[in-house]
Nanobody
C-alpha cells in the first residue's frame, strides 16, 4: 500500500525554522512530482512548493519564495521542505503529495490538488508571534 509519511512539524516562534520530511513507502519518489500543500482551518489546500528532481525543476508560490526550500534525497526516498523565517501566517497543516512524472498536466497547474494521486496525512506547523 502506497503511503506518504510527513514528519517534522511542531511549534516555533516567528523567525524560527522547521524542516519537514515526506518519505515514500511502497512508492518511489524519484521520478515523481512531489509537492507540499498546506491548509488553514476549513480553507482549501494551498500548494506552496513542488519538485521534479529528474529535471531539477522546483516551484514555489510567492508567499514562501526566499524562505522555503524544497529538496529531494533519492537514496532516502524523501523530500524535504526547509522552512526559514517562519511567520504566524505559515501556521497550517502541511501535506505532502505525489504523482508520477513531471509537474505538468494538461489544464492543471502544479499547485492544484487535482494533479496528485497520493497524499500524506499531514503534519501540523504552528508559528507563534
Amino acid at each position: 500500500q502506497v503511503q506518504l509519511v510527513e514528519t517534522g512539524g511542531g511549534s516555533v516562534q516567528a523567525g524560527g525554522s522547521l524542516r519537514l520530511s515526506c518519505k515514500g513507502s511502497e512508492y518511489t519518489l524519484t521520478s515523481s512530482c512531489v509537492s507540499w500543500f498546506r491548509r488553514v482551518l476549513a480553507k482549501e489546500r494551498e500548494g506552496i512548493a513542488a519538485i521534479y528532481a529528474p529535471r531539477g525543476n522546483t516551484y514555489y508560490v510567492d508567499s514562501v519564495k526566499g524562505r522555503f526550500t524544497i529538496s529531494q534525497d533519492n537514496a532516502k526516498n524523501t523530500v524535504w521542505l526547509q522552512m526559514d523565517s517562519l511567520k504566524p501566517e505559515d501556521t497550517a497543516m502541511y501535506y505532502c503529495a505525489a504523482d508520477p512524472g513531471p509537474c505538468a498536466w494538461a489544464y492543471t497547474r502544479w499547485n492544484e490538488t487535482k494533479g496528485y494521486k497520493y497524499w500524506g496525512q499531514g503534519t501540523q506547523v504552528t508559528v507563534s508571534s
